[in-house]
């Protein structure tokens, strides 16, 4: 969102704020999620279950920052690839992160904030989610009117899908495995319980289109014997993992663990990928301007780098300082997920500092949320948004955005959830 050499809004910032077309065709929506899969408990699910999954209206912006923002990601995983960055990363990640059998991640997830100054990273997802599910909202979108139409027209083409099996029969093909995978696992804990299960229904008939059995399962219902992973008998060549514990440590992912170390089952993403990228840890690193020197990157990838809020790992030597610079910080579990346990400075209480200070938090200063507003029920309110690059190997698959009300993103907000990204 930023202005022209004049100081004036930019074309994004003027649509945001005064564009109130609904453009979600809600019969397109259902038809377009029968033509996915046949299963009614998607349809039910999505639709009347989740009802601030997805909203009504799009988030526009600027070519320019869509281009800045995939820059960003370039310089991420080129920093990710100098032996100095993994060195220093790898020494506060677990054990397992430092087997590397060749998969780079499926579906990493960049978060970004806009402002006047451009795009601000503010969290890195190694198995963000909502990938599918946005695909299909984007093309159940109408144009509004002639000029919207003409300006932002709808890709039916199948491009996102096919990117995905690309991305997948490449995970595949790095750790030496030819040909394509003969039954993949999509794995969760208690997978049915997600607010996103319906996304996994999603991949599960992408693979079988594709010619792949899948199955969706619980970690609880697999063993590792015989050098193999295996589902109720049947052997796992590939797991699509959307679990968050990537070091495997939980004893219900220990048949996951040996299996992974014992290189007979493909994981993706996994807990390299993980250590490599999404620890919240890392962004210390990345943004110190002097570290980032360090790493002797292009000069155009170093200058990227400094979309990175300041970011500080919090210690019991630098805890009172913190609280005395509180209001200009995000605190942040460093293995956090999700938005969980995250606090705004201004906001935290004396009882959860006392929590944070003990350590495992990072302090990353405030950027703030853009802006979309959105008539709803009548009422014209202003929702904060973000907007997540979907990636692969620091290529773009998809770009959505998220609206909500709140400390941090949700899909508790009328009006708000996943909406679909216009460039302006």
């Known amino acids: 969102m930023t202005h022209d050499d004049a100081g004036r809004p930019s074309r994004d910032e003027v649509l945001n704020r005064a564009c109130f077309c609904i453009t979600l065709e809600r019969p397109a929506l259902e038809t377009a999620l029968r033509r996915e899969t046949s299963d009614p408990q998607l349809i039910d699910a999505l639709l009347s279950e989740r009802p601030h999954l997805f ?90 009117c002639r000029e919207v139409r003409e300006a932002f027209p709808v890709d039916g083409s199948g491009a996102f899908e096919a990117a995905v099996w690309r991305m997948f029969l490449d995970e595949w093909a790095s750790q030496g495995r030819a040909g394509q995978p003969g039954l993949i696992a999509i794995v969760d804990d208690r997978p049915t319980e997600q607010y996103l299960y319906p996304e996994f229904l999603l991949a599960k008939s992408l693979f079988e289109r594709r010619g792949v059995e899948a199955v969706i399962a619980d970690p609880t219902e697999f063993d590792h014997a015989g050098g193999r992973l295996s589902h109720r008998g049947r052997a796992i060549d590939l797991v699509y993992n959307r679990l968050v514990d990537f070091a495997f440590e939980a004893e219900d992912h220990r048949p996951f663990r040996d299996a992974y170390l014992d290189g007979a089952v493909v994981v993706t993403p996994n807990a390299r990928n993980h250590a490599l990228l999404a620890d919240k840890r ?102 904060k948004l973000d907007v997540r690059l979907y990636t692969y190997r620091a290529r773009p698959l998809l770009a959505a955005a998220r609206l909500y009300q709140g400390q941090t993103t949700n899909f508790r907000t009328p009006g708000g959830g996943f909406a679909p990204v216009y460039a302006a």
């Not at 995983?77 to 100095?84: C, G, I, Q, V």
């Not at 990493?108 to 299909?136: S, V």
């Not at 170093?302 to 919090?314: S, Y």
């Not at 210690?315 to 606090?343: C, I, L, S």
């Open 55 to 144: 909203s009504n209206a799009p988030v526009f912006v600027s070519k320019e920052d869509l281009a800045a923002m995939t820059v960003v990601v370039e310089a991420l995983e080129a920093a990710a690839e100098t032996p100095s960055y993994q060195e220093q990363v790898l020494s506060w990640a677990p054990e397992i992160a430092r087997r590397d059998f060749g998969p780079r991640g499926a579906f990493m997830g960049y978060d970004f904030h806009l402002g006047d100054d451009g795009p601000r990273l503010i969290e890195i997802n190694t198995n963000a989610g909502g990938a599918f599910l946005n695909a299909i909202l984007a093309r159940a979108q109408s144009a509004c």
């Open 282 to 383: 890392n962004l210390v690193l990345l943004s110190d301007p002097a570290a980032v020197r360090a790493l002797a990157l292009p000069d155009r990838h170093e200058r990227a780098l400094a979309a990175i809020p300041r970011t500080i790992l919090v210690t019991k030597e630098n805890a009172e300082a913190m609280w005395a610079d509180r209001k200009q910080f995000f605190f942040k579990p460093a293995g956090g997920h999700g938005g969980k346990a995250v606090y705004r400075g201004d906001k935290i209480t004396r009882g959860v500092w006392a929590h944070v200070s003990k350590g495992g938090y990072i302090a990353q200063e405030v950027a703030p949320p853009g802006e979309r507003r959105l008539r709803v029920d009548g009422e014209v309110r202003s929702l």
